[in-house]
Every structure is written in C-alpha cells, then in structure tokens.
C-alpha cells in the first residue's frame, strides 16, 4: 500500500449522549477513491468533519496527511478541498467571485488566482455564467461550482460529502464525470454517499456504515462477492399477495420485502425460468446483477434509500 | 485545477502566504468585496439620514427651542450639540445590524462560515476579520457624516473628523459583544428583542438628542451603564472641546473593554457553533 492519508483507530464522535461515529477503524491510501456508503444518519458527515479538521474526535487517533487535525488544523486543511454535504456558496457573490475569495481564505494571491479561476471555470463548466450570481445557478452546476471551489488550493485530498444528493440524473452523470476526471489526475477522493450506484461508479475501495459502526469493507466487486450472489431476481409483488411456499428452491437466498421479493441466485436466467414454471410470471420479474444495496440489505436488514 | 499528488507538493505554494500576514485580513476582504455591490444605497443612506435628522432636529427644533437655553449646550447651539451625538448613535446601530443578521447568515442560514473554516481561517479570523469590516464601515460612513455636519457649520473640520474616531470606537464596542450575544442565542425574537429594548432605547436615551441632565434623576444615575453615552461624552469632546462627565481616559477605557472583551467572548460560541 503506499503513503496512507488518514489512519483512523477507533474514530469517535459523540454529540452529548448520542454516538454519531463509533469506533471506526479507517486506512485510506493516497490517489485512492474511497467511500463511506450509509444511510442518513449512519455518521457519514461526522466522519468527514473530523477528517476536515473542523471537528474535533470524541475518542481515537486521527491521523491527516500525517498530520494531527486537532493540532495542525491549520496545515492540515490547507491541503484539502471541501464539499461539504449543505451548499455553503456566498450568495452576495457571484460565480467567480465565489471561486477569488475562496482562493484568498487560502492565501492564494489574485494574480496566482486568475489562471486558476478560468481554468475552474471551464472545469466545472460554468465559464458563461462566471459573472452571475450564485442564486441563479441551477442544484447541479451549484454543485459543480462548490467542487470548483474546493480545487482551488490545488488541494491533495477531495472530501466530497453526498455530492449528488438532490441532483436529477443528467446533472448526476455530469458530476461524476468531472469526478472521475478528477480521479484520473492523480486527486485521493473521500466521498460519502448513500447511492450504491454512486459508490459503484466512483469508488476503488469503500466502508459501508451503519448506526455509527463500520460494517463491511472492500472494493464493490469484492464486497458483492462476499456478501451477495452474483445476481439477483427481483419479484414484484406484495408481501400479503404472495405464496411463500411456491419460493422454494428457487434461489440460494431468498429476501422479502413488502413490494418486493430479492431471490439471490448464481444463475439469474434459470431462476426466472423457474419462478415463471410456478406461474409467478404475471408479477414482473427482472434479473439484474447484484449490487451494493443487496450488500447492504443482507449486511442490516434494511434497504439504503427509503 | 490539476490537484497535486503530495510529492509534487511545493511548499511555496501552501505554506508561505498562510504564515504571512495577519489571516483575519482575508475575510475584511470578502466582506468588502460583497459590500461594494451595495456601495451606492450604503452611500445615500449614510449621508441622507443624518442629514434629515440634523436639518429636521437640529435646525427645526433648535428654532423652536429656547435660544439662552440652547446657548448653554455644548457647541452653543442644539444643532452643534446634536451633530457628534448623532455620528456616535450611527455607528452604534451601523454595528448592531452587522452583527445580528448577517452573522446569523453566516452561521446558520447560508451557512458561508462553515466554508470559510474549512480553509485554514479558524473562527479567530473569522470574529476579527467580521469586526474590522464593521471598522472600516464605521469609518466611512462616519465620513460621510462629519461632512455633512462640517457643511452646516456644525462642527469645525477638525473636530468633526476626531469624532469620527470615536464613532469607530463606539461601533467596535457594540458590534463586537453583539456578535458574542448573536453566536449565543442564534433566535431570532431574541435578536428582534435586543434591538427593540437595548439599541433603539439607547440611541434616544443616552444623551446623543438631548443632555441627559433633562431626564429624571434616576435615568441620568445609569446613563453611565450606556456604552453610547460614553461615546456620545467622547464625540463632544473630540468635535466641540467640550468637557467630558468623567475622565476622557475611563470613557475610552470602557469602549476599548467592551471591544476587546466582546471580541474574546465571541470567539467561543462561534467556534461552538462551526467546529462542533
Ligand atoms: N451537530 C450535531 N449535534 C447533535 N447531533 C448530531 C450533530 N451532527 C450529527 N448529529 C447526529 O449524529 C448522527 C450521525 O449524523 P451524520 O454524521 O450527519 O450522519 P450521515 O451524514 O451519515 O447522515 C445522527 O444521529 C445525527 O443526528
Ligand atoms: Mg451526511
């Protein structure tokens, strides 16, 4: 493994009574893209806070570009880019302005700035509406501004906290491809996410996290293998409508859910065959590959996304 | 753009200009960069409201007021009496609307602080930088004003410009443990509460319209509790020569406390709020 830029053991955070992050052991490699997936509330943010150096751990030892972030708070987020899960954009200010005043927060002086900015601007394609302010902007070139303004240092770590929650699909692909272009430039990407195809798109390696606990840990294909079949049958039909019994034998694993019924299986193909034989056809019935929400599902009992 | 893998890293880059210099600075310069969108309203309210209140208060009451009685005011006339009182007053409500709301933009409702604190500012930067901007608010503005109390002959140019000093000094005082208290309470009725029963009841109580030797011995007796009437003691001083109630020194010793005081104070439930 090379250079690590977080090493966390035992990672804790508590607000009060409550124990957001758990004890979290975490190893993260430089020029990987690694991803914290969990559902709301699961302590996604509150890790990234601490890993921002904006939040003080609870318990455990944090380790930052091999820094402490506790102590070298400073120094530390001098290195890193932020996009932080709730738009913070300077509404008084426009597009470009928003990108000059974020480089100056850095020390970064305007005539360094200028070529940065441009080149931001064309990044997060957002160059036609440099002078516009931020108000006018729709959620997803927001967005893309907000990760502009988190390459503005030139930083070696991206944390990139839920980065297209609220987005429609379209502004979705176009996220990920600028991230994924990121990636290939050599940037370590720490992202949260409770998107499974998300997490499959852009994560080498990631955590699944759930109550404040770490769960499982692996590359999506690794994780799939470990913890789901190879694919799945989906059956859509009521739980209260259906014949349990007509279920047996079908699949290697069967889930039930209330509107629908996940057969894990090695053989997709033979399984629908199967499942139609026993006149379930007249319910849909799609063979998919497994996923990470499968992982989820059999690793909590829940499904990701209400 | 390129982000940069941590061996191509140069140092120049990234830790030169954030040793540099005083980092509180960087946020001044947001502010006024967002200001100067705002500059012109700010321009004609600065100079039309004392305006109105000189030549309606000042020229209209002190024609209507007793003339041996305004000849015994300080400066000699209401309207010279009014002028330094109504530059302080200014810059005590100039402080209290930048440090209510806005702060409450940046804390909670657009949320621009928690982006500033992820760069390397800390909260420190953030509560001196807040500050100077009222500074330099208070300062041009109050320029404003003393000219348009050296044109009508309110006070001479000297001394008007002294005035402005104090004005600055008086809105430090106030916007400083007003961003403490607005760090703390983030509610919005108690923001509404503390300019309805505190700023607007000073501004017309603490001997800024009128000497306070005409209220009821009991309210004379806590006029020393108003951080503006000190500045108000002060400004006198400084445009007119007139005396002070106590030593100029404790005058400017409890506006340079609360300054400083509200400043350490504020820093707390600001980082609370951010760093939590
Ligand atoms: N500032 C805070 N004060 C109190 N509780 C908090 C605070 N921030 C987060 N929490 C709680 O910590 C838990 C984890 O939250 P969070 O880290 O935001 O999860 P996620 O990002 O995965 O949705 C939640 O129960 C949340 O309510
Ligand atoms: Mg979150």
């Not at chain 1, 607000?15 to 990987?32: L, M, P, S, T, Y």
């Not at chain 2, 402080?95 to 982006?115: C, I």
Request: some cysteine; glycine content about 8%; hydrophobic content about 50%.
């Amino acid at each position: 493994m090379s250079e690590l830029i977080v090493e966390a053991e035992g990672l804790t955070k508590r607000f009060g009574d409550r124990v957001a992050v758990d004890a979290i052991d975490v190893k993260i490699a430089q020029g990987e893209a690694f991803g914290f997936l969990g559902p709301n509330g699961a302590g996604k943010s509150s890790t990234m806070r601490m890993i921002g150096a904006v939040s003080p751990p609870s318990a455990g030892t944090l380790r930052v570009l091999g820094m402490d972030p506790v102590r070298q708070g400073v120094d530390v987020r001098a290195r890193l880019g932020v996009v932080p899960q709730e738009d913070n954009l300077d509404r008084e200010l426009t597009v470009e302005e928003n990108l000059l005043i974020y480089g100056r927060y850095f020390g970064l002086s305007r005539r360094e700035l200028r070529p940065r900015i441009t080149e931001l601007l064309e990044f997060a394609e957002l160059t036609e509406r440099r002078r516009d302010k931020t108000e006018t902007l729709s959620g997803g070139m927001k967005r893309r501004l907000t990760i502009a303004r988190a390459l503005v240092n030139r930083p070696e770590i991206v944390l990139l906290d839920e980065p297209t929650t609220g987005l429609d699909p379209q502004a979705r692909h176009i996220l990920w491809d600028r991230l994924r272009r990121l990636k290939r430039r050599g940037a370590s990407l720490i992202l949260t996410t409770h998107y499974m195809d998300e997490a499959e798109q852009l994560c080498d390696r990631l955590v699944v996290m759930d109550e404040a606990k770490i769960v499982a840990e692996g590359s999506p294909a690794d994780l799939i293998a470990a913890h789901a079949s190879r694919e799945v049958v989906e059956l859509h039909v009521a739980e209260d409508e259906l014949d349990l019994a007509l279920l047996d034998g079908v699949a290697d694993r069967i889930e039930v859910l209330p509107d629908r019924v996940l057969c894990y299986t090695g053989d997709g193909d033979g399984t629908a065959a199967l499942l139609a034989e026993r006149g379930l056809a007249r319910a849909g019935i799609v063979a998919r590959r497994a996923s990470l929400e499968d992982v989820f599902l059999r690793l909590t009992g829940r499904t990701l996304v209400e | 753009m390129t982000p940069r893998t941590s061996s191509e890293t140069s140092t120049r880059d990234r830790a030169a200009p954030l040793s540099a210099g005083f980092p509180a600075v960087r946020v001044l310069e947001a502010r006024l960069l967002a200001a100067r969108r705002t500059l012109r309203s700010a321009v004609t309210s600065a100079l039309l409201n004392p305006l109105l209140y000189l030549l309606a208060m000042g020229l209209g009451i002190g024609a209507v007021a007793d003339p041996s009685a305004a000849a015994d005011l300080p400066g000699g006339s209401y309207l010279a009496f009014l002028a330094p009182g109504l530059l302080v007053a200014s810059a005590m409500q100039l402080a209290a609307s930048e440090s209510l709301w806005p702060l409450m933009v940046g804390l909670e409702w657009n949320r621009t602080y928690h982006a500033v604190v992820a760069t390397p500012l800390r909260p420190v930067d953030l509560v001196l930088g807040n500050l100077a901007f009222v500074l330099v608010r208070a300062a041009l503005a109050g320029m404003l004003i003393a000219l348009v109390i050296v044109v009508l002959g309110a006070a001479p140019i000297g001394g008007a410009l002294a005035a402005v000093g104090v004005a600055v000094l008086v809105a430090g005082a106030f916007a400083a443990p007003i961003a403490a208290f607005t760090a703390k309470v983030r509610s919005h009725p108690a923001m509404t509460a503390l300019m309805r029963f505190g700023i607007v009841p000073l501004f017309l109580f603490s001997g800024t319209f009128f000497p306070i030797e005409n209220l009821p011995a009991p309210l004379q007796a806590v006029a020393p509790v108003s951080p503006l009437w000190h500045g108000a003691e002060l400004a006198r001083l400084a445009a007119l020569g007139a005396p002070t109630a106590w030593h100029p020194g404790a005058h400017t010793g409890i506006l340079v406390g609360l300054l400083v005081g509200g400043a350490v104070l504020a820093e707390r439930p600001i980082r609370a709020v951010l760093c939590r």
